[in-house]
């Protein structure tokens, strides 16, 4: 699958765009705020009708303007023009015409992985960033997850709610309760059976970029030990204390260890950068093992923080992508330049949210 088209008016510092590309590998060159990251941003909105950099869509609105536009033109087995408006008072999304009117009717017309600095809180951030990285990926690959997920956050929100009163109605507690266990239980099974496929992945790619035999293992830790009705009920006393629901699939671990010891703690800066890109490049070759081609790959400023023998591992699983008729994008600085990058490469300028080929 590849983005052979972008277009985009409005968005970020890019006032017009039109734009052609080939499957393969891009290279986005330019100088610091020209918009690189921008232009990544755009193919990820695509992908998921948000921004990777965790913010809502008014500030990906040019400045002083009302709306912006992503339009893509997406090539793989299917052709899927898609078309996303979106101002405050109305979005409008529509792929080869029709409109879609649930985000969760939408995924997967576009599937894309991201590299980027923040990738660092897979391995030292709190358990949500883990657990935001197996929900996407279940969302990518399993339909009705992320209407589940969705229910089960409503369930858990109306029930933590109650729980604040003085006197909670029992009856509509128990209602919440059967439906936070009926989605959660769902939840819990889904991410047991992905973290199983994504553990061998995960390890190879690991020693893949480490060239080291240290052994990369990630293991789910649901909040759940045997039977969540259960957990519920034996966790009344301490939820009247908390006055919030304490156990559940949002209370979740992913749990990263290298040779046996926890990752956040006792890896090095190059080991914890090295196991997020393996966290990344698993997801790139799940999604690819699913859907019989590679997702596009973003990479932003990613090789500029890897020592030369990490990148020598890196490119070429990331080449592999560009060659299998997949596509990366991939933006450098002259100063970060990977030096080893040659063959087929497509290269383009960035300045000043303008986009134009080079040589
Ligand atoms: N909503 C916006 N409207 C206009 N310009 C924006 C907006 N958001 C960010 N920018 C501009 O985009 C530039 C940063 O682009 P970015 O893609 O992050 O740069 P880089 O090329 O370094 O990756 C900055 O100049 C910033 O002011
Ligand atoms: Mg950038």
Same mark, same amino acid.
């Not at 979106?86 to 939408?106: C, F, G, H």
């Not at 156990?247 to 914890?272: C, F, I, M, N, W």
């Not at 497509?346 to 949210?353: A, L, P, S």
């Given at each position: 699958?590849?983005?052979? +088209?972008?277009?985009?008016?409005?968005?970020?510092?890019? #006032?017009?765009?039109?734009?052609?590309?080939?499957?393969?590998?891009?290279?986005?060159?330019?100088?610091?705020?020209?918009?690189?990251?921008? /232009? &990544?941003?755009?193919?990820?909105?695509?992908?998921?009708?948000?921004?990777?950099? %965790?913010?809502?869509?008014?500030?990906?609105?040019?400045?002083?303007?009302?709306?912006?536009?992503?339009?893509?033109?997406?090539?793989?087995?299917?052709?899927?023009?898609?078309?996303?408006?979106?101002?405050?008072?109305?979005? @409008?999304?529509?792929?080869?015409?029709?409109?879609?009117?649930?985000?969760?009717?939408?995924?997967? *017309?576009?599937?894309?992985?991201?590299?980027?600095?923040?990738?660092?809180? !897979?391995?030292?951030?709190?358990?949500?960033?883990?657990?935001?990285?197996?929900? /996407? /990926?279940?969302?990518?690959? #399993?339909?009705?997850? /992320?209407?589940?997920?969705?229910?089960?956050?409503?369930?858990?929100?109306?029930?933590?709610?109650?729980?604040?009163?003085?006197?909670?109605?029992?009856?509509?507690?128990?209602?919440?309760?059967?439906?936070?266990?009926?989605?959660?239980? @769902?939840?819990?099974?889904?991410?047991?059976?992905?973290?199983? +496929? &994504?553990?061998?992945?995960?390890?190879?790619?690991?020693?893949?970029?480490?060239?080291?035999?240290?052994?990369?293992?990630?293991? $789910? *830790?649901?909040?759940?030990?045997?039977?969540?009705?259960?957990?519920?009920? @034996?966790?009344?006393?301490?939820?009247?204390? $908390?006055?919030?629901?304490?156990?559940?699939?949002?209370?979740?671990?992913?749990?990263?260890?290298?040779? %046996?010891?926890?990752?956040?703690? $006792?890896?090095?800066? %190059?080991?914890?950068?090295?196991?997020?890109? *393996? !966290?990344?490049?698993?997801?790139?070759? $799940?999604?690819?093992?699913?859907?019989?081609?590679?997702?596009?790959?973003?990479?932003?400023?990613?090789?500029?923080?890897?020592?030369?023998? #990490?990148?020598?591992?890196?490119?070429?699983?990331?080449?592999?992508?560009?060659?299998?008729?997949?596509?990366?994008?991939?933006?450098?600085?002259?100063?970060?330049?990977?030096?080893?990058?040659?063959?087929? !490469?497509?290269?383009?300028?960035?300045?000043?949210?303008?986009?134009?080929?080079?040589?």
């Amino acid at each position: 699958m590849h983005l052979a +088209k972008l277009k985009l008016r409005d968005f970020r510092n890019f #006032r017009r765009l039109d734009v052609a590309f080939e499957p393969g590998f891009h290279v986005l060159l330019g100088r610091n705020a020209q918009g690189k990251t921008n /232009l &990544l941003e755009a193919v990820y909105l695509l992908a998921t009708l948000r921004s990777f950099r %965790g913010v809502g869509n008014a500030q990906i609105i040019r400045h002083e303007q009302r709306a912006f536009f992503a339009g893509g033109l997406a090539l793989g087995q299917a052709e899927s023009d898609i078309r996303y408006y979106w101002s405050a008072a109305q979005r @409008k999304l529509t792929v080869n015409e029709k409109p879609i009117r649930r985000v969760a009717d939408y995924l997967g *017309a576009l599937r894309t992985v991201v590299f980027c600095t923040e990738d660092s809180l !897979l391995v030292n951030g709190p358990a949500k960033s883990r657990r935001r990285f197996l929900d /996407l /990926l279940l969302t990518q690959t #399993r339909p009705g997850y /992320l209407d589940l997920l969705h229910r089960y956050t409503e369930a858990l929100r109306s029930r933590n709610a109650l729980l604040k009163r003085d006197s909670p109605d029992l009856a509509l507690l128990d209602s919440f309760t059967r439906e936070l266990v009926a989605t959660g239980e @769902k939840l819990i099974v889904a991410r047991h059976q992905l973290v199983k +496929k &994504l553990l061998p992945l995960i390890r190879l790619g690991y020693r893949k970029i480490a060239a080291k035999p240290e052994d990369a293992r990630i293991d $789910y *830790a649901p909040s759940v030990r045997e039977d969540f009705a259960v957990d519920l009920a @034996k966790s009344r006393a301490r939820e009247q204390r $908390y006055r919030t629901t304490l156990v559940g699939p949002h209370r979740d671990e992913l749990k990263l260890t290298l040779d %046996g010891q926890p990752a956040a703690q $006792y890896a090095s800066e %190059g080991q914890k950068r090295t196991f997020a890109i *393996a !966290l990344k490049m698993a997801q790139a070759d $799940y999604l690819g093992g699913i859907h019989g081609s590679p997702p596009i790959l973003l990479i932003d400023d990613v090789m500029g923080e890897l020592d030369a023998g #990490r990148r020598a591992g890196l490119l070429p699983l990331i080449s592999r992508v560009g060659q299998a008729l997949g596509q990366v994008f991939m933006t450098c600085t002259e100063e970060n330049w990977p030096g080893e990058l040659t063959g087929n !490469l497509h290269r383009w300028q960035v300045d000043q949210g303008a986009v134009s080929r080079k040589q």
